[in-house]
DNA sequence: GTCTATATCGGGATAGAC
DNA sequence: GTCTATCCCGATATAGAC
């Protein structure tokens, strides 16, 4: 791997196992055994390589966000939720330190909103397709008030989950995280569709 | 208001407005109009200051949590949650930076795990008084999953506002957290009470 | 209690040799 | 591309006069 590839590989393990704004320059150089020169010669500061990280971060999310539009089952949904978080358990250190690192780089900020709207959307689409299918009903509040939840918990989880369990292997319960939103979608199923995400999540948990 | 005081009041504000990590002790005291060493004369360093606004959060958190057993109405509930949002957003910004704030004072994290911990059973006790007046149906694992989701919302809601609707302000939509967390327990609640929420959603949207 | 002045330290970043 | 040495600055914290 050349040295501005393992720049980002060295940094986002860092940062997501520290805290961004707890890693610096010279961490990284240390962890990478190259001097902080160097690294300065691949980067020319810290917030490249942070906008680098979050080009990559939106990529891989936007990809998984291009619900196509077809028929979606229950398994297909938890799988797409498993795949959203795996990938935001990946970078995760944007969303330990979300409302501080939005604060302080205005650009990501904008883009991060920007993807919010996608993920609403997204899950909009999914809700959708349950709804098209007759395995889900609910009024037009309802559903908005759903969507809303779903993202909310979606972004917050990831940290949430590392508070609530104390540990300090920053080992994010994402099969958990799932369940708890699946728990949320629930009452809204139709009675088979009910039973049936019952089974997924008993086998689950 | 004594200087000891102000430094607090003055701290607080600034903390909820940039974010504490933001905030040197050196703004603090020029937005007091005193000096960082007389800052220093009655706090011997930033932690401390941090300690005791934290202190007093905890006392506040603790005041409202002490859920009265006794039957607890739709109405009381919607206070409850008012009430517990008032007052996160009166120290917006230990949840502007939670995870990192944890990360970094040992003994804040051990307290605010206890606390969530106590969030929990204020949240169990409602619906758990719900239940007992026949006004919520639930199975165990559903009421599990929901005080889990309704704690993570009341926790994140403050945060995840503020990069939602992007404002610099920071005023928080506490209204409509209140609203998004009823729309949770709502399908669990029977027909008739679930169309008087309905009303008073309605009104307070 | 309050001020001014200053010490100290750490992190970000650059210069210039190799 | 990589290193060493160093600069710069901002933030925390202290010393000592008033």
Redesign the interface.
Known sequence: MKTKERVLFVSLKLFNR??E??VTTLQIADEMNISPGNLYYHYKNKTEIINELYSRFETEMFDLLDVPDIDISIEDAWLFLHLLFECIARYQFLY?????I???YDKI?AR??RM?TRKQSAIAAVLGSFEQQDMLQASQT?ME??C??VV??I???P??D???Q?RDDDQIELAKGC??IM??V???LKESERAHLQQLSEAYV
């Open positions: 520290f805290g704004p707890n330990k330190d979300l409302v501080n939005l604060h302080r900020k991060y909103r919010l309802e008030a759903l809303e939840n909310l918990s972004t917050c989880w940290g949430y590392l508070i609530r104390g369940y708890q728990a949320m629930a009452p809204f």
